[in-house]
């Protein structure tokens, strides 16, 4: 290959892919040899020196015909009655008017009537390229009954098939997906010592190709080119059909006459009916032909598109280059294939060099080539140069069509780029351009991912308004699974039971994501509900629907119902997968029923399913979770007679299982086997191994392991949470601390629990301060606080010296789910933590709410209100609960004494002391000490004094009043006791006397 080109050096003309540069003078170019493309291992030959002026080809429907064929074309059209159609022309038509007016025919009906009167014409000689279109015909319209009568019929009329005859009828039955039947031709063509031409061999290597048996094929043309036709290689090759019918009669009738004599293979009683067969070839005399090569651009066509599906790039540019050497000339078919190759394999060079060669042929690019350059620029992501290639097509005269639009939404929607996608879809509304339906769903997953789910609803209703056609049940599946995945059950759900147009029945795909939209919702007896009706409604569940619902029941650790599904799937035919049968299982395990798990295990192999290392770990992880270590161990044991080496996944379950029940120093033995082979133990050993320890109080070999994880970068916030718990059990609080704050720097604070641990190790050492920072931390990072988290912040408010009441009103609040419970409580917590701006935020968020709030979140704003220095808001909160019929509680009457002595309003405070002095409200310690903080806040010690004196006073009284009121009690029961015991013994009197 010496003469090549590469786009390197092109001298391109103007073009849309370099508007820049200048037009050739001529298309004749000549290169040096030095000159080619290289780009990942793909070589794309161009050779220039044998350039010609293109040659146009016009399909014989586009021709304007001359002479009589328009007139009786148009007789045909007009007259149903053949005899006065075609009556002016008896005896008047050539052989090849006839083929002309056959091939114009569009029902294949007409087509065989206009046969047969050609045929009753006295004239009529018996044409073998009337047969051949006639059998094309016929095999379009899948008319095989009556293709099969017509072959007996020219068989009779003595019209031998020729390698035209064969092409025609491998072509129509490899397009009608019989792949394996329109091979058996090549049968009937050797037992009748016909070699396939060029043709022949190219519908066939096409047929192997769109059947996908890329080696087959590339076999097959190898032997042409040898002279050999290898048959047995083509047996397996399957077709798409397997119900018997009139389709199949190739290994009756077809071989019915048999082989015929060799005299009489290139023969007929008609002398001049096979015309065509001049220089048809036998196969005793292609074997004289030592090499063939192909000639056709057809040919050459089929065979670069043969090695790009086959991912066979080299031979593909090499096959092109053959072609350009032999002085066959590449036509648009040939452009358009080679740069799909190059575009579909990220060649983007070699696919704009191969456009510039096309323009220097003076080939003019259709849509196909446009798409294959959008296609190409969209996976790239250069959204500019899509658009204006779309531009360019408006430019050349073309119309984009279905295939253009739909590549350019389904990029752009993909990509979320909804404003190009609306202009998109705002140009074909313009242009009255249907929207394709597979592009809907993209479109929907596109607003529905982005949160635009009134934009999604509002797009499907007006596609459906004005669609012509009604969405088929697969496009509603995508739309719902497209639900499903963000987790919008119940829009999926809306779509799935709303009405649909006439016809439109609900397929199993479309219940099978409708299942899946429950199962992420957790919805599971939706999910089984619907799964039991789709009989009901003459939909029958497929393997894919077993497989979903068990999968589902098994992550939701339904295990029973999941079985029972499994049953159901067995019972049905359905042959459960390895990984159906290890869900359930998993699931069995993760519950610590390893007894059922055990019996889904032992289902499975009287199933003939093999398990493997995920089977076997879940039974050793749920034998080791319940401490049965023995159990544990027969399964690695069975692990490894399966071919499967123990690894460190099980050898951390059997830790796990020792230190269930306390065995550490088989668990050391074992970490220590772990570290002496291979990687070493993992994370989850090393964990286990310092939690047993800490359970021990093993502190010295629990640190060991954790500052050996320390030291190589492995410790994660498992490995700090066992040592802070440790310690802080151990009452080592400066080492919790200092693990904790390590645990921080480390940015090991990733999820809730991790928290959790440093804040109560804060909280134990007192730093409550700290516990308030990282908590609003965890709302900045969107991390979410569970229970444990709020237990560990009314541990902190607690000590905060908080009046005991205020903690438990906001306690009971969050254990009831009381909206704003949670808002409340952060509130308080930063508040009393002086952290003020933040203590403010979250009380805006609970006082500007709509709905209608508890006494709690109101005491909680006073507070806050009062300790930020923001008296007027606190009092203002005071009023507005008043105004909203909410009456103050004894929290309320403390946080107002408190706000009253930080303004200096003595007033109020004896108010409210008044109220407790003379019993309006009950008396309280809590608003007792309160009530003396706040004289002493305004100034007055006289009057907390006096307040401690009284109170005390009446603190002792109704000290005294309780233990009055306890003894009265104590002698009502004694007297009570002995009533008893008197009607007691008078009962036994009256019993003995009466004896």
Known sequence: ????????????????????????????????????????????????????????????????????????????EREADLDKALSPWVEKLSPKEQTLILKEQRDWN??????????????????????????????RAQEWDQLRLFWIEIAKDGVSPTNNTYATLIDVYGKAGLSKESLQWLKHMKTRGIFPDEVTMSTVVHILKEAQKFDLAEKFFD???????????????NSNETEMGAKYFLSTELFKAGKLPFS???????????????????????????????RLTSTFNTLIDLYGKAAKLKDASATFSEMLRSGVMPDLVTFNTMIHICASNGHTLEAEALFDKMEERRISPDVMTFNTFIDMYSKSGDT?????????????????NAVTHRTILHNFSERRLVQEVESMLEEMDRLGIDIDEQSVPVIMKMYIDLGQLNTAKAFLEKFNLSSRVSISSRTYAAIIDALAEMGHWSEAEAIFVGVRGSGNKKDVSEYNVMIKAYGNAKLYDKALSLFEGMKSHGIWP??????????????????????????????????????????????????????????IYQEMLRSGVSPNEIVFGALINAYAEAGQVKEALDYIHKMELSGYPANNVVYTSVIKGYSKVGLWREAQELYQKMRDHGDGPDIIASNTMINLYADLGMVHEAKFIFDSLRRSGRADGASFACMMCMYKSMGMLDEAIEVAEEMQESGLLTDCESFNNVMASYAINGQLRECAKLFYRMFSEKILPNKSTFRVIFTVLKKAALPLEAVTQLELAYNDGKPYARQAIAALLYSVMRMHEFALESCEIFMKAEMALDSFAYNVAIYAYGASGQMDKAFSVSMK?????????????????????????????????????????????????????????????????????EMKFSFD????????????EEEEEEEEEGSHDEEFYSERDDSESVV
């Not at 032997?223 to 090759?237: G, I, P």
């Not at 310690?925 to 003396?932: C, D, H, K, N």
């Not at 009284?957 to 009265?968: A, M, V």
């Open 110 to 139: 007409r087509a065989l009537s206009v046969f047969k009167w050609f045929k009753s014409q006295r004239d009529y000689i018996p044409n073998v390229i009337h047969c051949n279109v006639l059998l094309r015909i016929l095999g």
């Open 542 to 599: 497929d393997e894919c629907t077993y497989n979903s619902l068990i999968q589902m029941l098994s992550s939701g650790d339904l295990s029973d119902s999941a079985r029972e599904t499994l049953g159901k799937m067995q019972e049905e035919g359905f042959k459960p997968q390895l990984s159906t049968f290890s869900s359930v299982l998993a699931s069995f395990a993760r519950t610590g029923r390893a007894a059922e798990a055990v019996q």
């Open 1 to 76: 290959m010496s003469h090549s080109c590469t786009h390197k050096d092109f001298n391109y003309r103007t073009s849309f892919l370099h508007p820049g540069k200048a037009l050739l003078p001529s298309p004749h170019v000549s290169l040096p040899a030095k000159n080619r493309v290289f780009l990942q291992g793909f070589k794309l030959y161009c050779h220039t020196n044998t350039l010609s002026p293109l040659k146009t080809f016009k399909g014989i429907r586009s021709r304007r015909y001359g002479g009589c064929i328009p007139s009786v074309l148009h007789a045909l």
């Open 223 to 237: 032997d042409w080119c040898a002279s050999k036709m290898d048959l047995e290689a083509l047996e397996s090759v």
């Open 957 to 968: 009284l109704e000290e005294e009043e309780e233990e009055e009121e306890e003894e009265e």
């Open 264 to 294: 009489q293979r290139f023969t007929s009683k008609y002398p001049d009916s096979n015309s065509s067969n001049e220089g048809q070839l036998s196969l005793s005399n292609a074997e004289e032909i030592s090499t063939r090569k192909p």
């Open 881 to 949: 609960m008043q105004d909203v019929g909410i009456g103050p509680d004894i929290v309320t009457y403390i946080n107002l004494v408190i706000c009253y002595g930080k303004a200096g309003l003595v007033e109020g405070i004896k108010r409210i002391y008044s109220k407790m002095k003379y019993r309006e409200i009950d008396l309280n310690e809590s608003l007792f000490w309160a009530t003396v903080d706040a004289y002493k806040e305004a100034g007055r010690k006289d009057l907390a004094e006096l307040v401690n004196r």
């Open 384 to 400: 500019q140069k899509v658009l204006d290639i779309y531009r360019k097509i408006k430019e050349a005269g073309l119309h984009p």
